[in-house]
């Protein structure tokens, strides 16, 4: 048994893998789309986002490439992997996504072979953007001035192609080996990380397209996935998942704030600058979990109901964790 079964997951709700179907349009997500969007749509030359490790930046990459309409758009994603890269790749890679067929070696051949398919493009009415992840990595005056060529690339004053860079805030730094691109940049979009509020309506909204509407987690249990992961997606995700497995190992229904305690400092969480609120507090408002998963398909509550009933039969409490444990193990990983 996993942990899908014990809980009636059809799916893992908490994968770090990118999946579209997971996309939670939290506000600060979805204010960025649309003014990428708007970047697109409006040929504004470049635009740069940024944010942590974690905050979303590769998520958004791929959401916005959904969203731009290929009868419209030529558009692409590219995705930085070292910094050792050289201005012929960098223009090949460009030139080929664009649908340049056999793009040359030679660097200005590649430029012409690119300003000849941006023009065509421009007559069919359609626009070039080029999405490019993890583009701190471009941290050389030689490819920055690429950029800054290529976005020169001009027909009666219509800009020809245009660049969303997605990268860390040291990203940054790199403009400032070419100052001419940086007064380029038409639109900065800061990710930050996702607030209390938010940061439930995600774990909800993760459930939810997983088959889960009923609430896993208490109240108290998804303050302190707040309080410990401060709000970034990527470690809601792996927090929530090793709290998860752990409430499967405890055969807890429902996950408590002990739990994710123990998770947290088992990753070596630590919630940072956050402030207990005294005890006198006002409660803060609690989610509405029919309302806030909304949209999304959930299993039927019986066929829900009937996993959940048939699992908790098996239960034997007097088993002990290190036994489940292994058990786990041999069912998951054993060969035979
Ligand atoms: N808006 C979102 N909706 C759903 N999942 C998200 C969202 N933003 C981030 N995530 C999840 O958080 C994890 C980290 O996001 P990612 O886009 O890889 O961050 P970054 O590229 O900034 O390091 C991913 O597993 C992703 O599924
Ligand atoms: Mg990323």
């Given at each position: 048994?996993?942990?899908?079964?014990?809980?009636?997951?059809?799916?893992?709700?908490?994968?770090?893998?990118?999946?579209?179907?997971?996309?939670?349009?939290?506000?600060?997500?979805?204010?960025?789309?649309?003014?990428?969007?708007?970047?697109?749509?409006?040929?504004?030359?470049?635009?740069?986002?940024?944010?942590?490790?974690?905050?979303?930046?590769?998520?958004?990459?791929?959401?916005?490439?959904?969203?731009?309409?290929?009868?419209?758009?030529?558009?692409?994603?590219?995705?930085?992997?070292?910094?050792?890269?050289?201005?012929?790749?960098?223009?090949?890679?460009?030139?080929?996504?664009?649908?340049?067929?056999?793009?040359?070696?030679?660097?200005?051949?590649?430029?012409?072979?690119?300003?000849r398919r941006l023009?065509?493009?421009?007559?069919?009415?359609?626009?070039?953007?080029?999405?490019?992840?993890?583009?701190?990595?471009?941290?050389?005056?030689?490819?920055?001035?690429?950029?800054?060529?290529?976005?020169?690339?001009?027909?009666?004053?219509?800009k020809l192609i245009?660049?969303?860079?997605?990268?860390?805030?040291?990203?940054?730094?790199?403009?400032?080996?070419?100052?001419?691109?940086?007064?380029?940049?038409?639109?900065?979009?800061?990710?930050?990380?996702?607030?209390?509020?938010?940061?439930?309506?995600?774990?909800?909204?993760?459930?939810?397209?997983?088959?889960?509407?009923?609430?896993?987690?208490?109240?108290?249990?998804?303050?302190?996935?707040?309080?410990?992961?401060?709000?970034?997606?990527?470690?809601?995700?792996?927090?929530?998942?090793?709290?998860?497995?752990?409430?499967?190992?405890?055969?807890?229904?429902?996950?408590?704030?002990?739990?994710?305690?123990?998770?947290?400092?088992?990753?070596?969480?630590?919630?940072?600058?956050?402030?207990?609120?005294?005890e006198t507090a006002?409660?803060?408002?609690?989610?509405?979990?029919?309302?806030?998963?909304?949209?999304?398909?959930?299993?039927?509550?019986?066929?829900?109901?009937?996993?959940?009933?048939?699992?908790?039969?098996?239960?034997?409490?007097?088993?002990?964790?290190?036994?489940?444990?292994?058990?786990?193990?041999?069912?998951?990983?054993?060969?035979?």
């Amino acid at each position: 048994m996993s942990y899908l079964d014990f809980y009636g997951l059809k799916t893992e709700p908490f994968s770090n893998a990118p999946n579209e179907r997971f996309y939670y349009n939290s506000a600060q997500h979805a204010k960025a789309l649309t003014r990428m969007m708007y970047v697109a749509e409006t040929m504004r030359g470049l635009a740069v986002v940024i944010g942590d490790i974690g905050t979303g930046k590769t998520t958004l990459a791929r959401k916005m490439l959904d969203n731009l309409p290929v009868e419209a758009y030529e558009s692409a994603l590219l995705i930085i992997l070292h910094s050792e890269i050289s201005p012929e790749w960098l223009l090949q890679k460009i030139a080929t996504q664009l649908g340049v067929e056999r793009p040359a070696k030679e660097r200005i051949q590649v430029i012409g072979q690119l300003y000849r398919r941006l023009l065509h493009l421009h007559e069919i009415g359609k626009k070039a953007v080029v999405l490019i992840d993890e583009a701190q990595m471009l941290n050389s005056k030689e490819l920055m001035e690429e950029f800054r060529g290529l976005l020169n690339l001009e027909v009666t004053a219509h800009k020809l192609i245009t660049f969303i860079f997605f990268g860390l805030p040291e990203i940054e730094e790199n403009f400032n080996l070419d100052p001419p691109l940086l007064q380029r940049v038409s639109m900065k979009i800061r990710l930050s990380t996702l607030t209390e509020e938010a940061t439930s309506a995600y774990i909800v909204h993760r459930l939810a397209v997983a088959g889960l509407r009923d609430p896993v987690f208490s109240d108290e249990a998804m303050k302190h996935i707040y309080k410990y992961s401060t709000g970034f997606p990527r470690k809601i995700n792996i927090l929530c998942d090793n709290a998860l497995f752990q409430g499967f190992l405890m055969r807890e229904r429902t996950i408590d704030m002990n739990i994710v305690e123990e998770m947290a400092s088992d990753l070596g969480f630590r919630a940072e600058g956050m402030i207990t609120p005294p005890e006198t507090a006002v409660d803060l408002p609690t989610v509405d979990w029919v309302q806030e998963s909304g949209g999304i398909e959930s299993p039927a509550e019986s066929d829900f109901r009937d996993v959940v009933m048939d699992q908790s039969d098996g239960v034997d409490e007097s088993e002990d964790l290190e036994e489940r444990f292994e058990e786990f193990f041999k069912d998951t990983f054993s060969d035979e």
